[in-house]
């Protein structure tokens, strides 16, 4: 893990750009964390420089809670070589949903599977590098989108204690057998009217999780319009969790 | 409104049993408020007694958020005159549920739909006397079940501010309707495995509310098994309604 810049926001939190071999990543410290911090990893639809603004917010939140967060990009989104195979499967998503067709399952397959397979490792590695630093201690949350990423990584990764997901993607079949094996507590975030997904393969989704305690809030605005309400929902589950 | 009983809970809320006329109720003020308080009316299945340490439970976190709370006895049930139209119905829907099967939409319209319009106007009453108290000002939510009666209360009731809504009961066709028509900000709260209640009907009831703001949380752990951070999270949506 490369440090390539640092400095201190408003407020105080520690904002540091590494790198991990040829991928790009962003970590937040509390700016007055007494003790090792547990972390959250926030995940993202790909590109850090777009979603940047909303990551920050979202570490910002994280760090009044005492948490430390962190990102890195997902491969073939920003600065990262693209996927032509991703890039096909994109293109036919977006045809389909253009012409208001429901979405083949395998175009879903072709988009999410191969991220997966390629990022959760990523993530284990960046889990490794962010634990050996002195200010992060754990335990660990993963928080955000992909879903299919934050499933995987529940499932096969032990250090994540709780999961905090937004159901605002298209998730393969496949998928729904790795929910069954997830047993840490999870918090679905679902947006009702959400236009790049598809609601009634969330509420399975959310049926599919083998965690005895799950939540799933619900809400209105689209897809990016999360209310500030369940933004703090999802802030206190990790409290609840992490603490 | 004629009082029956006052005394003061352990950390100083008051608590008074009233007749309204025929129908008996519970009003609980906080200790220390400095202002006339807003209202929050539990709703609940019917049987006062039953029920109460359950409602002095949500009454007392109603108090620490500086609510007044006040809940009243339902028509056929507690000390009031049994209705042998509701017994019949609510038999055979038992009936049904034991025999594994479908409840008829027929068994619900008779188990509900008098109740609602027997009960609405009585929480009307109720509302009437209990804001003439110096203690409470208002505004007024609704919290709980049977959620056709907070459906109705929404719709006609204008000094109704917000719903918190238990969908915990089986629901007529005729309130789908009547959900369409409610506006007002509205927090629904699903057990997902309730046995006394149908989940597709619950979220179908969730999409048809005309509210902009509505919120949906599912939560494990049966009929009465709704964990503490969902209570809170019902508690943190009157908070942001009511004050």
């Known amino acids: 893990m490369q440090f390539a810049s640092s400095h201190r926001l408003d407020g105080g939190v520690l904002e540091r750009e ?8 962003i970590v937040w410290t509390p700016g007055s964390a007494s003790a090792p911090a547990p972390l959250i990893l926030l995940g993202h639809p790909g590109g850090l420089r777009t979603m940047y603004p909303r990551l920050v917010a979202r570490a910002r939140h ?15 989104s920003g600065d990262r070589p693209p996927s032509a195979d991703a890039e096909q499967a994109r ?20 988009l999410i599977l191969p991220l997966v397979d390629k990022s959760v490792p990523e993530w284990q590695s960046a889990l490794d590098a962010l634990l050996s630093l002195p200010e992060i201690g754990g335990p660990v949350g993963y928080s955000g989108g992909v879903i299919s990423i934050g499933i995987r990584l529940a499932v096969v990764e032990p250090r ?14 496949a ?8 047993t840490i507590p999870v ?13 009634q393969a969330a509420l399975d989704l959310f049926d599919a999780f083998g965690s005895q305690e799950k939540t799933l ?9 999360v209310p500030q ?3 703090d929902a999802a802030d206190r589950f990790f409290v609840r969790h992490l603490r």
């Open 18 to 25: 590494f790198t991990l071999g040829e991928i790009p990543g």
């Open 62 to 76: 994280s760090a009044t809670n005492g948490f430390a967060a962190a990102t890195i990009e997902l491969p073939g």
């Open 91 to 110: 293109a036919d998503l977006h045809r389909a949903l253009a012409a208001g067709e429901s979405v083949d399952d395998e175009i879903v397959d072709r």
């Open 160 to 173: 994540i204690a709780a999961a905090g997901l937004f159901a605002g993607s298209f998730v393969p079949r």
């Open 175 to 182: 998928m729904f057998d790795e929910a069954r094996q997830v």
């Open 187 to 199: 918090h679905v975030l679902l947006q009702w009217d959400d236009e790049g997904n598809d609601r």
């Open 217 to 225: 809030n619900a809400n209105m605005g689209g897809h990016t319009g």
């Open 229 to 231: 309400s369940a933004a």
